[in-house]
C-alpha cells in the first residue's frame, strides 16, 4: 500500500525539479527547511530521525536539495520526508511537510482489535515493517 | 445641535424628580466621549421609528443594554451610575440606506462577568432587542478588549495543535457531510464514513439534526463511525477523524456521549450552536481538559444573522465562539450554496484566524480587534462545493480550513471512494500549483483539466458538476465599498 502522509501524497511522485520549486516556495516565506526519514511510518510516529538540524541559515533550494540527495544516498528504503518550519509568533509550527522518497515495498499496518465489554473495540495500528528490528526493515529477502 | 430640553440634565435634583426622560436626557447619549482602551465597543444598526431622532435613539440603545429602565428609579442614586451607564458616543448614516444608522455604544468592562458569553449577551442582545422605539436593530461589530479576552480560555486546541495532532500540514483539510442526513442505520452510515476516509478526506462529520434517532442511536454511531476511522487509517497511513455530534437535550447528556468518544479513541467531537453558548462554553473546557478537538456545526444561525436590518451579524458570532473556544465553526464558502458574500467571509475568516484584525469597514470590520494569543479558530467551508472549484476555493479561503464536499464526495458518478480521490488530488495540485507560482486563479480550470489526464476520479468529477455555480446576490454584504480611484 501506499501510505498518503504529507501534502503531494495524491499525485505522481514529485520530480526533483519540482521538489526544488516546493524549496523555493518555502524560503521566500522565510520558512527553515529539514529532512526527515523513518522506516517506521505509523501516523503516529511523530519523530522521524533528523537529518541534520533544521537548515536555519540555508537561503538555496539548491543547498537543500543536495541534503534531499545525500539522505536518499544513505537511506534509500526510507521514507523520507522534507518539513517547513515557521517561527514566527501565533504558529511556531509545521507549514509544510511533503515525502521525497518512500521504500520500493511498502507493507502497510495491521488493525489490531481488542474486543471489550458492550460491543466497544480499542483499535491498535501495528506497522508490518516493525515486526523487525530497526535498520533491517524494508531489506530484501 | 441638542435641543436644550434634550441635553443631559446634570442638576441631580432635577434628574432624579420621578417621571419619565429621554434617554439622552439621563445621560446615555455623550457625543464626547473618548472610549477607554478597556471598554468593550458595540456598533449597532438601528432603524428608528419615524418621529424618533437618531440620537435618542441610540441613546436607548446604551440604556436599555445596561443600566436603564423606562422611567427615572432614585435607586440610581445609591450607586455611581454615571460610571455603570453605557454611553452612546457615535452615530453615523449607513451609506445609501435612508432611516438607519450605526450608533456606536461603549460598556465599561465591569458591566460584565468575567469569562462568561452568556453574561456578555444578556446586554448586548438582550431585552434592547424588543425596544418599541425601533422598528429593527442588527448588532454589526464588537471590540471585545484584550483585557476581557483574557478572561475566556478560547478554542480548546486551535489551529496549529490540530494540525500537530492531525500531522497535516501545508493544505486545506478535506472533509465530507454523511448523506442522507437522516435514516441511515449505524451499520450503513460508518460505510460512508470508511468509503469517504479511505478514499483521501481528513474528516467525516455528523449533520446537525443526527443526535439519537430511531433509525441510529448515538451508541451504534459511534462505535460503527470508530470502527471505519481505524480501518481507513490502517488503510492510508494517515490520521483520520470523525465528528461525533454530541448535541443533545441535557448537559449530562452530552458530557456522556463525549466521555464515550474519548473512551473510543476520536480526536474530535462537534455540538450544534442551538444548544446555547453557556453549554458551548461548558463542551469547550471539557475538550480543552480531554485533548479533542471541538467541531460547532451553526445550525439556526440564519435566523438571525442574514437579514441586514435585524439580528446578530456573523462575525460578531464568530467572535463570541472564538473567545467560547471552539475549534471548528462553519464561515462560509462564498462560492457554494450558501449565504456568503466574498467580502463578508473575508472579515469572518480574518476574525477566526488573525492575531490582530485591523479595522477594515469594507470587510464588515468596523474596530481593530486585538486577539491577545487566544488560539486560533479554524474555519470549515461546506454546503455546495466541488472539485472544480478548487481555485477559487484555495484563493478566497486560503490554506487554514477545512474544505468539506458532502454531495461532491458521496455523489461521485464512480462511487464515494472515487469522490474523495477526485477532491484530493485537485486540491494537492491546486496547492502544488499556487506554491509554484502558477496564477491559479486564471489557470485553475486548465490546472484541473491537466490533473483529470491520469486521474478519472478527478476527470468524472469535473464532467458531472462543470456548470454547477450558485451565482445569487448576498443578502448580508458590506455597507461601505472602495472609492474608485482615478488611473
Known amino acids: 500500500m501506499k501510505i498518503t502522509q504529507g501534502q503531494f501524497s495524491f499525485l505522481p511522485e514529485l520530480t526533483d525539479a519540482e521538489i526544488c520549486k516546493q524549496i523555493e516556495y518555502a ?39 543536495m541534503e534531499v540527495s545525500a539522505c536518499r544516498k544513505e537511506h534509500a528504503g526510507a521514507y523520507i520526508r522534507v518539513i517547513a518550519f515557521d517561527s514566527k509568533k501565533g504558529w511556531e509550527s509545521i507549514r509544510m511537510s511533503f515525502i521525497v522518497n518512500r521504500p520500493a515495498e511498502e507493507p502497510g499496518f495491521e488493525l489490531v482489535r481488542s474486543e471489550g465489554p458492550g460491543r466497544v473495540v480499542h483499535y491498535t495500528l501495528r506497522s508490518y515493517a516493525t515486526s523487525r528490528p530497526s535498520g533491517e526493515r524494508y531489506q530484501p529477502g | 445641535m441638542n435641543k436644550p430640553l434634550d441635553a443631559k440634565i446634570v442638576d441631580m435634583k432635577e434628574r432624579y424628580k420621578s417621571g419619565v426622560l429621554k434617554y439622552r436626557q439621563m445621560g446615555y447619549w455623550e457625543p464626547d466621549y473618548e472610549p477607554k482602551d478597556t471598554d468593550v465597543l458595540a456598533v449597532f ?20 443594554s445596561s443600566t436603564a429602565t423606562w422611567t427615572v428609579v432614585w435607586t440610581d442614586r445609591l450607586t455611581d451610575s454615571e460610571y455603570y451607564r453605557a454611553k452612546a458616543y457615535k452615530i453615523e448614516p449607513v451609506p445609501g ?14 458591566l460584565f462577568e468575567e469569562g462568561s458569553i452568556a453574561n456578555l449577551t444578556a446586554s448586548i442582545i438582550g431585552n434592547v432587542f424588543g425596544f418599541k422605539p425601533l422598528k429593527a436593530m442588527r448588532l454589526e461589530d464588537m471590540r471585545i478588549p484584550a483585557h476581557y ?36 442505520s449505524g451499520r450503513n452510515y460508518g460505510r460512508v464514513v470508511y468509503e469517504a476516509l479511505k478514499g483521501g478526506l481528513d474528516f ?22 470508530m470502527e471505519a476511522v481505524n480501518k481507513a487509517m490502517a488503510e492510508t497511513g494517515e490520521i483520520k477523524g470523525t465528528y461525533l455530534n454530541v448535541t443533545a437535550a441535557t448537559m449530562e447528556d452530552m458530557y456522556e456521549r463525549a466521555e464515550f468518544a474519548r473512551s473510543l479513541g476520536s480526536v474530535i467531537v462537534m455540538i450544534d450552536l442551538v444548544i446555547g453558548y453557556t453549554a458551548i462554553q461548558s463542551m469547550a473546557k471539557w475538550a480543552r481538559r480531554n ?9 439556526g444561525h440564519s435566523t438571525y444573522t442574514r437579514q441586514k436590518n435585524h439580528g446578530v451579524s456573523f462575525r460578531v458570532i464568530a467572535k463570541w465562539m472564538r473567545m467560547a473556544g471552539v475549534d471548528h465553526i462553519h464561515a462560509g464558502t462564498v462560492v457554494g450554496k450558501l449565504e456568503g458574500d466574498p467580502n ?3 472579515g469572518v475568516y480574518d476574525t477566526c484566524r488573525e492575531n490582530h484584525v485591523p479595522k477594515n469597514l469594507q470587510h464588515g470590520i468596523f474596530f481593530d480587534q486585538p486577539w491577545a494569543s487566544l488560539k486560533k479558530m479554524m474555519p470549515v467551508a461546506s454546503g455546495g462545493i466541488h472539485a472544480g472549484q478548487m481555485h477559487q476555493l484555495l484563493h ?34 491546486m496547492v502544488k500549483a499556487r506554491n509554484e507560482g502558477r496564477d491559479i486563479w486564471n489557470e485553475g480550470p486548465q490546472i484541473l483539466s491537466e490533473a483529470a489526464r491520469w486521474c478519472q476520479p478527478l476527470r468524472a468529477a469535473l464532467d458531472t458538476w462543470k456548470d454547477v455555480t450558485f451565482d445569487y446576490a448576498s443578502t448580508d454584504s458590506v455597507d461601505f465599498v472602495p472609492t474608485p480611484t482615478p488611473a
Request: glycine share 10%; hydrophobic share 40%; proline share 7%.
Open chain 2, 204 to 225: 467525516t462529520k455528523d449533520d446537525e439534526n443526527i443526535n439519537s434517532q430511531p433509525f441510529m442511536h448515538w451508541r451504534d454511531r459511534y462505535l460503527y463511525c
Open chain 2, 149 to 184: 479576552l483574557k478572561t475566556f480560555q478560547g478554542p480548546a486546541t486551535g489551529i496549529v495543535a490540530e494540525r500537530e495532532r492531525m500531522n497535516c500540514f501545508g493544505r486545506p483539510l478535506l472533509g465530507a457531510t454523511m448523506k442522507p442526513k437522516l435514516g441511515l
Open chain 2, 291 to 299: 485533548d479533542m478537538i471541538l467541531h460547532l456545526h451553526r445550525a
Open chain 2, 97 to 110: 440606506i435612508p432611516g438607519q444608522w450605526f450608533a456606536y455604544i461603549a460598556y465599561d468592562l465591569d
Open chain 2, 45 to 64: 444598526r438601528i432603524s428608528p421609528q419615524d418621529g424618533v431622532d437618531p440620537e435618542e435613539a441610540a441613546a436607548a440603545v446604551a440604556g436599555e
Open chain 1, 27 to 65: 524560503l521566500q516565506n522565510g520558512w527553515a527547511l529539514s529532512v526527515e526519514y523513518t522506516d517506521d511510518p505509523h501516523p503516529r510516529n511523530t519523530y522521524w530521525s533528523m537529518w541534520g538540524n533544521p537548515m536555519f541559515d540555508l537561503r538555496d533550494p539548491a543547498g537543500v536539495m
Open chain 2, 344 to 346: 463578508v467571509i473575508r
Open chain 2, 396 to 429: 478566497y479561503l486560503g490554506e487554514d480550513v477545512v474544505l468539506q464536499f458532502g454531495g461532491g464526495t458521496i455523489g461521485h458518478p464512480m462511487g464515494i471512494q472515487a469522490g474523495a480521490i477526485a477532491n484530493r488530488v485537485a486540491l494537492e495540485v
